[in-house]
């Protein structure tokens, strides 16, 4: 896995922050040269807030981006947050975000990436605002409310508006 984060200052306090993230799982060969099996919980999946072992997507539900039901083995995630402090003592900031993801079940990495929004490399995509609160002894506690723009592929979900609570650092 390869993650990427950067923050920006823009104005006054306003700040930035991007983040990109990919990874790929391979299986290896035992010493028969047979596949060995990718065990469940580190296999990726996506959706909501992305506890307890998956990857934050807001605007869909918890862990409901995936090809199946055992997760997939290849991740692409990236988000864009301009955040707007409110206070800073505690600290307390908002945030509105725009980001895009999806997790795939493919060994072939070699195939084009296409730029039309169809086929295998179809990214689910979202926005949203919310808000955090730094809390000394705890850590962040935040809530978002993000619309996910696409249906989700195994549930045939519509799409709309999703809440995530965050307990702890995502980024």
């Known amino acids: 896995v390869l993650n990427f984060e950067w923050f920006s200052p823009t104005f006054w306090k306003f700040v930035l922050m991007s983040s990109f993230k990919i990874g790929v799982i391979h299986p290896l060969k035992n010493l028969d040269n047979e596949r060995t099996l990718i ?24 862990n409901s981006i ?15 947050e301009f955040r707007v402090p ?22 072939n990495m070699t195939e084009s990436f296409d730029v039309p929004r169809e086929g295998s490399f179809t990214l689910k995509r979202s926005a ?3 808000i955090r609160f730094y809390m000394p002894m705890m850590g962040v506690l935040g ?3 993000g619309y996910g723009f696409d249906v989700i592929d195994n549930t045939g979900e519509k799409p709309g ?11």
């Open 161 to 171: 508006w999703n809440y995530t609570i965050i307990f702890g650092n995502v980024f």
């Open 143 to 145: 809530f978002d409310m």
């Open 66 to 80: 995936s090809p199946g039901p055992t997760g997939g083995n290849a991740l692409l995630r990236s988000v864009t």
């Open 86 to 107: 409110i206070s800073e003592n505690p600290v307390i900031y908002g945030l509105a975000f725009a980001e895009m993801g999806n997790v795939w079940n493919t060994v």
């Open 39 to 62: 065990p469940f919980d580190e296999k990726f999946i996506m959706g909501g807030n992305g506890m307890p072992y998956g990857n934050m997507l807001r605007g869909y539900p918890d």
């Open 128 to 130: 949203g605002i919310g």
